[in-house]
């Protein structure tokens, strides 16, 4: 099987299993989805409150997923994907009762798909870590994509299932399938044996995770390039979540089965999308040129969903905006996932979840308020002129850069000897060197200068909480470069952090230098109250 090819994944058992009862899970979801927005129709005429759905389902990742990105780094992933799977299995089967009981309103809906959504935003960082651990490297774009092509399969066979059921069962038996659902993902997960045990971080470091995480986008430009275009396009495509039911059922007037045909058709576009459109895409186009042409589509889109008001052209809009949204979302996850260092890869992918679905959440309040005060079509002719002034920020802000990056971990090499090794807690920690720049060499120096930049950021983002650079007044050749860890144990954490090309960076500073290597130095800071028991100071 070519390694090009997008079901290359599915040849791994484990994949293969997750992947195969996740169809069958999200099926249930569509479903469950489908018959939420029925209910949730038939229980108020507003739709600013139709399309808070969305929202209600988008903002918990926004709220919890950069949290739970963290307990992924931190517990173990198998217990935490179990637990929320239950959660979620629980929520919807709570949903089913209530709905018997004839308890439902507009607001208990709202409330019962955001509890679903904090179960998926907790969910989402720890299975999306673990796919990196059971695919290997040059298979982890076609689990990517077939990520997507099961959300596609069960958009496609969820929202028919719902239809076909939903006048003979109704809402609340499916509702109880999609609990149902859910536990066969945690059967699933329960016979999972991992093959590496995971390193976690301890818990009561839990605030200093989150911070390492901030630090590392903070000091990463390419990280912060990437979760930019996240949340653009998240913005830009909640449109459709959004506003899709609102044309089907306030313009279209549809029916409960012609709405699932609705849906399905929007899966139908994101699975073509999936299996046809992208393996092309990739090999004629760079990704950051796919999602140009992706957001050309999607602004063409919106004008058509303005003005069509027929079922049969309207399915074929919906299959395009469903074709748009996978074609640029398969390549900005991509991206991501080969920016992001395995160290803090669940903190990372949860800060991308929690931008997209903030993104999401947020589109759903503007576009449904927009809705209500402008009307559906100036909404949607905005949606569109707005993704088009969007390529203004898209064009500069290429993706194409990940394809060039190496975040191998560098070699092993030697900790220092020291005649006193620090604890753990001790701290904070000064690595100092000296370094001669050749003063008549100024191509040297320029040279130093920006491979000191390049440092500083790699210190920076993997644990230094300080990094600075001297020039020695006395001796205008000679450099002090100056790293602090907080403590021996983040300094420890720091140096297997470093990957190879910061670690060559590190090797072309030291071989500028005037002479033998420079030694390097460990300094411990002396508070004030352990100075008194030393002797001679």
Partial sequence: M????????????????????????????SAHALAA??????????????????????????????????????????TLLCAMNLWLAVVAGGLAILGWLHLLNPWVMLVAVFLLGVGFACNAPAWTSIIPEIVDKEELASAVTLGGVQMNLSGIIGPAIGAILLPLIGTNALFALNSAGFLIIMIAIKRWHPEATQSKIPLKSFLGSL???????????????????????????????ALLPVVGLKALHLSSSSLGLLFTSIAVGSL??????????????????????????????YCLMAYVRHLEPFIVVAALGGLSWTLAASELWVAAQQAMPDWTRGRMNA????????????????????????GLEFTLLIAALLVCLHLGIAIPL???FTRSLNLEHGPPRGMPVLIETPELHDGPIAVVADIVIERQNPKNLAQFIELMLELRLAYLRNGASSARLYKNLGEPSVFRMEAVAPTWQEYLLLHT???????????RVFSLSAGPRPKVYYYLLINPRDAEGLQGL
Avoid at 212 to 226: E, K, N, S
């Fill in 398 to 400: 290429s993706i194409d």
């Fill in 2 to 29: 070519s390694t090009k090819s997008i079901w290359i994944a599915l040849r791994k058992p484990v994949f293969r299993g997750f992947w195969l009862t996740s169809v069958v899970s999200g099926c249930f979801v």
């Fill in 272 to 301: 073509v999308g999936a299996v046809l459109v992208i393996p092309l895409a990739r090999e004629r186009y760079r990704p950051n040129t796919v999602t140009i042409l992706a957001s050309l589509l999607l602004a063409i889109v």
């Fill in 497 to 507: 952090r470093l990957t190879k090309t910061e670690h060559e960076i590190l090797d």
């Fill in 37 to 78: 927005t029925w209910i949730m129709n038939a229980l108020t005429p507003s739709p600013l409150l139709l399309s808070l759905l969305s929202t209600a389902a988008s903002l918990p990742f926004f709220l919890l997923t950069f949290p739970a990105g963290a307990l992924a780094d931190m517990i173990d992933r198998k």
């Fill in 211 to 241: 911070a390492g995480a901030v630090r590392y986008m903070h000091y990463t430009r390419g990280i912060q390039v990437l979760l930019v275009r996240a949340l653009l396009f998240a913005l830009l495509i909640s449109a459709i979540p």
């Fill in 351 to 374: 800060a991308q979840i929690m931008i997209s679905q903030g993104g999401l959440a947020l589109g759903g309040i503007v576009w449904g308020a927009a809705t209500n005060f402008v």
